[in-house]
C-alpha cells in the first residue's frame, strides 16, 4: 500500500509495551482466528476471552461483523475490500498489543499474503495464526446467519467458499478442529498454546468471580 501521509513523526510514548505488561501481569500477543463463515470462529474467540477474562487478563475481541459497523463499514466484500479489511484490522491489532492486551481477531480473512502481511507487522512471537479448521459442508449445514443459503442462491457475491476462495494456513500456530471437538476442547486447546509460549502463567494469574 502506498504511504500518503506525509511530514509526520513517529513519536516514541514515555510508558513502554513492557510497562503496560508488567501492569497487566501478562504478555500482550495477538490470537489470530482464521476459518470459513461457520468455523466456529467467533464463538471460539469470545470463549476464550471470557475463560482468559475470569483469570484477571486483559483481552479484547475484533470481530469481523462487529468492525465491519464502524471502522470498515465503507468496505464491501470485494477481493480488494477484504484485502484493506484485513489491513486496517491488523494495524488496530498491532496497537492493541502494544498496550500491553492480548487481542483476539474473528476474521474469515481468506488470503495467506494478507494474514501474514499481518503477522510481519508483530514482533516476532507475537502472532498465533489459529486455525479453526471446519469442513465447507459442516458450516453450511450450521449455516447460523443464512449466508451460505443466500450464496447460493446467488444474493451475496463473492462469498467465501462458494465463489471467493479460502486458503488454508500453511504453517498455522495451532489448528483447532471446530468440526469435531467441543467448544471446551477448543479453548483449552488455546490457552494451552498461549502457556507454552508464555503469554500467560497459569499459575500465577489471579482468578476474577
Known sequence: ????????????????????????????????????????????????????????????????????????????????????????????????????VITLTAFISPFREDRNAARKLMPHGDFLEIYCQCPLETCEQRDVKGLYKKARAGEIPFFTGIDSPYEEPERPELIVKTGENSLDECVDGVIQLMARRNIVNLSSVKTCQ
Do not use: P, Y
Open 1 to 100: 500500500m502506498t504511504q500518503k501521509s506525509t511530514n509526520t513523526v513517529w513519536h516514541h510514548a514515555a510508558v513502554s509495551r513492557q510497562d503496560r505488561e508488567r501492569l497487566h501481569n501478562h504478555k500482550s500477543a495477538v490470537l489470530w482466528f482464521t476459518g470459513l463463515s461457520g468455523s466456529g470462529k467467533s464463538t471460539l474467540a469470545h470463549a476464550v476471552e471470557d475463560r482468559l477474562h475470569k483469570l484477571g487478563i486483559s483481552t479484547f475481541v475484533l470481530d469481523g461483523d462487529n468492525v465491519r459497523h464502524g471502522l470498515c463499514s465503507d468496505l464491501g466484500f470485494t477481493d480488494a475490500d477484504r484485502v484493506e479489511n484485513i489491513r486496517r484490522i491488523s494495524e488496530v491489532a498491532k496497537l492493541l498489543s502494544e498496550a500491553g
